[in-house]
């Protein structure tokens, strides 16, 4: 009897255990925390990491690390799949990431089942082009209180380009390791504005995403969004029966007009599309509340997310090259090249079919906008200098050059050298208080004081950060660092912006 108890202590044990070919043992059967409440509670930042190290102790394919901890002292785990168990240089990889918004819960949920079905086995044929980097939840912090900001009431998606914030100081440590040719951010969209309500229409699109609008961004990748993303997901999405739109914005409720995001680089997607990456936003439909349709959000996140990575196995050698050479000419820049660093969204071509649900029927009208605001113009070039100077006493950009990973040298000075500055005539603050500093007045002059060494930093602009420098050192710049709090010090009135342009005779 003893001996019938024992064998079937380690029958239940072994349940849902199967072996791979390396003879490691992996769970076959262990739901994601989800799962195991019916959708009816949201997974905590705790029972992500326990469910995170016990599948990651059976899995060969899974590779569990811990990039950073939120501004509480929370784990942020990145999850890695490849099929070699350590990602590789020559695969296509992807990052995907959620939940930078605490309250914007569906993509995190989306994702724990995604490495549930990757565990299973049951796309491993997208692991033979893609190596796959995910990070279910950016801002443990805000989620466990259902919050949009972190721990310091920072929105993490505004924080791309100054990375004051850990967790965003994070994911671009991944970055800067793995360099992927695809990045996916994933959020919520909330529909029930008071405005929508009493237009009497609402979105009702279950997912909308979005490609990149930042005109400097190679036009090859950004024309990969038209041409394979959103005709594959609109219709792997209608298939299952989700609802799909180009994520769009604007208060057509106020009569206004519809555009397509932002293009400032200060966000998640444009943050990595600005170093010529294939980058896009998801935009989930929230409910009323964090657990209302709970279930469907979270399928409809997994569904896309599943998206993504066969689109990338199917396109993989396409997005793989045109991301290299689009990445080859920021590394070679020649110091010749036009950069927009003023840019507006401006009327298209065509009006936008725009279906809205009505809150009366339930019934879906399409709109027909005119003021469709689809194309982007650029409002004010500058030439990229050879190299920007920084002065070297300068600790704060000092430490933001740091934590961009953007290369730097002592300046030498050099006859072959000429340098410019820019004279501040008059600061005019722009209505806008995101972007309040842009439209300062400026004066190229030359530059006639004595330079010695040690006075200043060199910041090349031929390197992978390129855009990412002109466009955040320009005093004109509508996404410079002159536009945040912790930088305004760099433009005063009648007095000389302190970075420097060098140009090479």
């Given at each position: 009897m003893h001996k019938l108890n024992y064998l079937l202590i380690i029958i239940l044990?072994?349940?849902?255990?199967?072996?791979?070919?390396?003879?490691?043992?992996?769970?076959?059967?262990?739901?994601?925390?989800?799962?195991?409440?019916?959708?009816?509670?949201?997974?905590?930042?705790?029972?992500?990491?326990?469910?995170?190290?016990?599948?990651?102790?059976?899995?060969?394919?899974?590779?569990?690390?811990?990039?950073?901890?939120?501004?509480?002292?929370?784990?942020?785990?990145?999850?890695?799949?490849?099929?070699?168990?350590?990602?590789?240089?020559?695969?296509?990889?992807?990052?995907?990431?959620?939940?930078?918004?605490?309250?914007?819960?569906?993509?995190?949920?989306?994702?724990?089942?995604?490495?549930?079905?990757?565990?299973?086995?049951?796309?491993?044929?997208?692991?033979?082009?893609?190596?796959?980097?995910?990070?279910?939840?950016?801002?443990?912090?805000?989620?466990?209180?259902?919050?949009?900001?972190?721990?310091?009431?920072?929105?993490?998606?505004?924080?791309?380009?100054?990375?004051?914030?850990?967790?965003?100081?994070?994911?671009?440590?991944?970055?800067?390791?793995?360099?992927?040719?695809?990045?996916?951010?994933?959020?919520?969209?909330?529909?029930?504005?008071?405005?929508?309500?009493e237009f009497g229409y609402l979105k009702?699109?279950?997912?909308?995403?979005?490609?990149?609008?930042?005109?400097?961004?190679?036009?090859?990748?950004?024309?990969?969004f038209y041409d394979n993303v959103k005709p594959y997901m609109q219709e792997q999405l209608k298939k299952e029966g989700y609802s799909f739109f180009e994520y769009t914005l604007g208060n057509l409720s106020d009569g206004g007009r519809l555009r397509h995001s932002t293009v400032s680089i200060n966000d998640g997607r444009q943050s990595f599309g600005i170093l010529n990456t294939s980058s896009y936003i998801v935009e989930g439909r929230r409910g009323r509340d964090s657990l209302d349709n709970l279930e469907h959000r979270a399928r409809s996140q997994h569904l896309t997310a599943k998206g993504f990575i066969e689109l990338a196995a199917q396109n993989a050698e396409k997005i793989k090259n045109t991301v290299a050479r689009g990445r080859e000419k920021l590394i070679k820049n020649n110091g010749e090249e036009k950069i927009s660093i003023q840019m507006k969204h401006v009327k298209g071509d065509k009006p936008l079919q725009y279906p809205l649900k009505s809150v009366k029927t339930g019934e879906d009208t399409v709109f027909v906008v005119d003021e469709y605001h689809s194309e982007r113009k650029s409002q004010l070039n500058v030439t990229k200098p050879s190299a920007y100077l920084i002065p070297a006493s300068d600790s704060n950009l000092v430490k933001w050059l740091d934590r961009s990973f953007i290369q730097y040298t002592e300046y030498m000075p050099s006859k072959n050298h000429a340098i410019y500055k820019y004279k501040i005539l008059t600061n005019i603050n722009n209505a806008d208080k995101d972007l309040k500093n842009y439209n300062v007045e400026v004066e190229l002059q030359k530059c006639t004081k004595k330079i010695t060494k040690g006075d200043y930093l060199m910041v090349p602009t031929a390197q992978l950060r390129s855009n990412k420098i002109t466009i955040a050192l320009e005093p004109q710049s509508m996404s410079g660092l002159v536009n945040y709090d912790s930088y305004e010090y760099l433009i005063k009135d009648n007095n000389t912006y302190p970075i420097l342009r060098l140009e090479k005779r």
């Open positions: 044990l072994f349940a849902g255990c199967t072996t791979n070919k390396s003879g490691k043992k992996y769970y076959k059967d262990v739901a994601p925390p989800i799962e195991e409440t019916n959708f009816k509670q949201l997974t905590s930042h705790e029972d992500i990491i326990k469910y995170l190290e016990k599948v990651d102790s059976h899995s060969n394919k899974l590779t569990l690390e811990y990039i950073g901890n939120s501004v509480e002292g929370k784990k942020i785990p990145l999850v890695k799949f490849s099929k070699a168990g350590k990602v590789e240089e020559n695969k296509l990889k992807l990052l995907m990431f959620a939940q930078q918004h605490g309250n914007e819960p569906s993509g995190k949920e989306g994702m724990l089942l995604l490495i549930n079905d990757l565990l299973q086995n049951k796309y491993d044929n997208w692991l033979d082009k893609v190596d796959l980097l995910l990070i279910p939840q950016l801002n443990p912090d805000g989620g466990d209180k259902n919050q949009r900001r972190n721990a310091n009431n920072a929105d993490l998606n505004r924080d791309h380009l100054i990375l004051e914030e850990p967790e965003t100081q994070a994911i671009h440590k991944v970055f800067k390791n793995y360099q992927p040719e695809i990045t996916v951010d994933i959020h919520e969209y909330y529909p029930f504005s008071q405005s929508w309500k009702n699109f279950d997912i909308q995403i979005g490609g990149l609008t930042n005109i400097n961004i190679e036009p090859q990748i950004i024309d990969i």
